[in-house]
């Protein structure tokens, strides 16, 4: 049961990321995009920061069930809040606008772009599982960003089951050990200060009026360098190559590694978002698909990872891999353009995106 229960809880938990994905480009433009979508990263990163904290401490008053009962008791709250949730698909709504006028006057012959047409079973199996995996496997621009979220992204869950062990070396106990987590926490508000410069940057390309989906991702160039100092730092501080220093020494290491996890998530995830924009959710349906199965193995190679090299070796190799991180941002500055407008999905979907919406500042 506990396997069913597991396996039910990860299907279910994938649904959100893909479904905000395309409500957020229907209901806002390019400029609060920007605000959105960061938020959304933040408050997701934030949660599972908390997690192995209020985990550890209920688990010690309470027991390990109430871990899950309480998870039940929010969950249930928020499916409660969630049934008034309405229609946001432009299309959707245009076609239900349509039907009624239609119903309550004598026109008969009105007709609209419906990029979302569903005539059969079978297109309903080709838009929800054929084409997030096409999206995965034929566009490079969705294989790149699905590999490097993925990896960053579990590394949070990494360090769920080797944070704790780490820092008992160090003298805290299990409950203490778990605090350092906020440190990541307190990382990712620092993600709100590449915003301004974003706006900064939309701002002259809006007088220009030559706005480019790659001006959003000046923040990757942030994160990637931020997530190979903060992974080197974290390495070089931790037994048993450091001993004798003081736990908040590693611990504040932890910082920029909440900063890039979390700004690699949301540049990464906007520009699917702008690039994408119709297709939005097929391929927020791939990134999430791989960062499932990245952030579900993550927790069961950690100790045979940090336990049979030790400590150092294992964080060595993951700061050597951002390390690599660090040369993407430049590529994709000079590639990804070109690889857009060769897509023919990023194509359609702008076509589509221009027949039924309007931006508006």
Excluded at 25 to 48: H, Q
Excluded at 52 to 77: C, R
Aim: aromatic share 12%.
């Amino acid at each position: 049961m506990i396997y069913i229960g597991r396996f039910i809880t990860g299907f279910a938990s994938a649904v959100p990321s893909v479904v905000i994905a395309g409500s957020v480009e229907d209901m806002f433009n390019a400029k609060r995009r920007i605000w959105i979508v960061v938020l959304w990263n933040v408050g997701t990163t934030m949660g599972l920061c908390f997690g192995p904290v209020y985990a550890s401490y209920i688990t010690a008053a309470a027991g390990w069930k109430w871990v899950f009962y309480s998870a039940g008791i929010v969950t249930g709250v928020l499916f409660v809040a969630l049934i008034a949730i309405k229609e946001s698909r432009p299309s959707i709504l245009l076609g239900r606008k349509i039907e009624q006028i239609q119903k309550n006057t004598t026109i008969t012959d009105l007709e609209w772009h419906n990029p979302d047409n569903l005539p059969s079973m079978r297109s309903l199996v080709d838009v929800v599982v054929v084409r997030p995996f096409t999206l995965l496997f034929t566009e490079p621009l969705v294989m790149i960003i699905a590999t490097i979220s993925a990896i960053s992204w579990g590394i949070i869950y990494l360090f769920t089951e080797s944070l704790t062990p780490i820092f008992k070396t160090m003298g805290l106990s299990r409950t203490q050990s778990t605090l350092t987590f906020l440190a990541i926490a307190l990382g990712t508000l620092f993600t709100m200060l590449p915003r301004f410069w974003d706006m900064r940057v939309a701002r002259a390309r809006r007088r220009k009026q030559e706005a480019l989906h790659e001006d959003k991702i000046m923040g990757f160039a942030f994160a990637a360098p931020a997530l190979a100092i903060g992974l080197i730092w974290f390495t070089l501080t931790i037994p048993p190559f450091a001993k004798g220093l003081h736990w908040i020494v590693p611990t504040l290491s932890l910082v920029p590694i909440g900063f890039a996890v979390n700004e690699l998530a949301y540049t990464l995830s906007g520009y699917l978002s702008d690039s994408y924009l119709l297709y939005s959710a097929s391929a927020f349906s791939g990134l999430a698909f791989v960062r499932a199965i990245i952030s579900g193995l993550m927790p069961l190679i950690a100790n045979a990872m940090y336990e049979g090299l030790n400590a150092n070796i294992a964080s060595g190799i993951l700061a050597a891999l951002a390390t690599v991180f660090c040369v993407v941002p430049w590529v994709f500055f000079k590639y990804s353009r070109r690889l857009r407008q060769r897509s023919p999905f990023a194509r359609f979907s702008l076509d589509a995106h221009q027949r039924t919406q309007v931006e508006q500042d």
